[in-house]
């Protein structure tokens, strides 16, 4: 069964027993069980909609805003192209195994290092019912068991997803226990997946502040925190202003609801004059909602709706929605300055046709994530190449950036001998 009837408890360490089988298997036996759920979620598409659509009419009833409607919701689209996450996931080269390094010591002992699973892996999500697929398929092709714990708002989702891949790859020959949903229950839950470190070996929150601030003051489990995303466009004074406007408003309104929208613009005063007018009034146009600082607002073309002065609180504010803040700087270094002060290290764009102030930009900027002349909504695993992620890491130990295979690691040593003692 996907969704747990036993305890917490019990549950792990079902995972855990899994785990160690899971840890054994060759790559050739999890790449055919998630070939298997691949066909198996394009066969169930209309169960799975059918099933999202409860979830999104009670999110509505609930008063959830556009943009976390848009992260429930699922279509035939959202449902086939996970199931192509999971294929690509599939092509990927399994990294367990993979040797890291090797050496033969001067007393004979041939010493490798390689990459084994983590064991247990536990991912904590809000709202995206996808995050329950990604994360299994994820888990299964780097040899973990993964535990899965979604909210009450994908309730209907998540339970008919973990279902189809749960049973789909113990139909496939990986054991029971391999994939586990237990349900979104309230903090308290929370509090006592977070202190299962007999069996859980990771947890991974993928949500706002207070999931973060919860597991904070809980967790035994250690914890990669896939972090709130404040992230900035910069407008460079070398910046070409037609590329900075496009990219700009694609970091904003392409997708508002997730991590790599853009929440802040800045431009740097020596083109804003060329830049913002335009762009102002195009943000307007679809809807954004702006936070402006006085210079900004003296070049837009027109005041009045849609046209708000910023306080310090909008510099620091993940919005997830069609808001953003605009601010005119005076250089490159004021610039630096304001993301790492007010950003969350996830990801950070400059605009520029200057070699120097893109290097000064990615050299200074702390961020997981820095482009140069590209928008910041291609940070994630996806378009990373690695299939799909269990979220973005803003930590600096272990994983940085696109939660993937190869941050569902750890290594051993393994080490031959030939009868060496120690004297």
């Known amino acids: 069964m996907a969704v747990q009837t036993r305890t917490i408890a019990e549950a792990c360490a079902h995972a855990k027993e899994a785990s160690r089988v899971l840890a054994t298997l060759d790559a050739a036996t999890k790449d055919a069980a998630l070939r298997a759920v691949a066909h198996e979620l394009e066969s169930r598409v209309d169960e799975i909609v059918d099933a999202n659509a409860g979830d999104l009419e009670e999110g509505r009833a609930a008063g959830l805003n556009d943009a976390l409607l848009d992260r429930l919701a699922l279509n035939e689209e959202r449902v ?23 050496r033969t010591l001067d007393n004979g002992l041939d010493l490798r290092k390689v990459r084994v699973p983590l064991g247990v892996v536990a991912i904590v999500y809000e709202a995206r019912p996808n995050v329950t697929v990604d994360a299994a398929a994820l888990a299964i092709k780097s040899g973990n068991a993964v535990v899965l714990r979604g909210s009450s708002t994908a309730e209907r989702s998540n339970a008919v997803l973990a279902r189809i891949v749960a049973d789909t790859v113990e139909a496939a020959g990986l054991p029971a226990g391999s994939v586990t949903l237990i349900g979104g229950g309230d903090r308290s839950d929370l509090a006592e997946l977070a202190r299962q470190d007999r069996y859980v070996d990771l947890i991974i929150p993928r949500g706002g502040s207070g999931l973060k601030d919860a597991l904070k003051d809980s967790a035994t489990v250690p914890v990669i925190y896939a972090a709130a995303g404040n992230c900035h466009v910069y407008v460079d004074g070398a910046a070409d202003v037609t590329m900075a406007q496009r990219i700009a408003y694609n970091a904003k309104v392409q997708r508002p609801g997730v991590c790599n929208a853009a929440e802040t613009l800045l431009v740097h005063s020596g083109v804003a004059g060329d830049v913002l007018p335009g762009l102002i009034d195009k943000l307007r146009e679809a809807g954004v909602e702006l936070r402006v600082d006085a210079r900004t607002r003296a ?48 990801s950070e764009a400059i605009v520029t046709a200057d070699a120097a102030a893109a290097e000064a930009f990615t050299a200074g900027v702390d961020a997981a994530c820095v482009y140069v002349n590209a928008s910041t909504r291609f940070t994630d695993g996806g378009e990373f190449g690695m299939g799909a992620e269990m979220g973005n890491s803003t930590q600096k130990l272990h994983a940085r950036g696109p939660i993937a295979l190869r941050e569902l690691t750890t290594s051993k040593y393994v080490v031959h001998g030939t009868g060496q003692v120690r004297e």
Do not use: C, F, K, Q
Request: no cysteine; glycine share 10%.
């Open 80 to 102: 086939r192209g996970m199931a192509v996450g999971v294929r690509m996931i599939v092509e990927l080269p399994d990294p367990i195994g993979e040797e890291l390094d090797s």
């Open 299 to 346: 070049l837009a073309t027109r005041d009045g709706d849609g046209l708000v002065d910023a306080t310090d609180e909008d510099w620091d504010t993940e919005y997830l929605e069609l808001t953003m803040a605009m601010r005119v700087v005076d250089s490159l270094e004021e610039a630096i300055d304001h993301i790492n002060r007010h950003g969350t290290g996830h």
